[in-house]
């Protein structure tokens, strides 16, 4: 006997925006692309306290528009390049 259901897709749709994140702008060296360095807190898992922990992304800027210093905001994307992942909102 044949089982005649359908399925029907009940996963909800995903969302084309990857992670949003903001940041200070500290290089602006390279061409169509910034280097912003994000800070997070962090909890130790032992004792409790918070740290700042911060790391550099390299996100792409057409036309390098952005300054150092700047506070930008940046979104994950399709790889651009080897590093490069974000991209200035």
């Known amino acids: 006997m044949k089982n005649t259901e359908t399925k029907q897709n009940t996963e909800k749709p995903t969302s084309s925006k990857g992670k949003v994140l ?4 500290v290089s602006t060296k ?3 692309t910034i280097v912003v360095s994000v800070n997070r807190f962090v909890k130790h ?9 911060s790391k550099r ?8 528009t952005k300054k ?5 905001s940046i ?15």
């Open 75 to 89: 979104v994950e994307v399709a790889p651009i390049s080897k590093d490069k992942h974000f991209k200035v909102i």
């Open 45 to 53: 898992p032992k004792y409790g306290k918070y740290f700042q922990v």
């Open 30 to 32: 390279m061409k169509d």
């Open 57 to 64: 992304y390299k996100a792409h800027d057409t036309g390098n």
């Open 22 to 25: 903001s940041g200070k702008v």
């Open 68 to 72: 150092e210093g700047e506070t930008v």
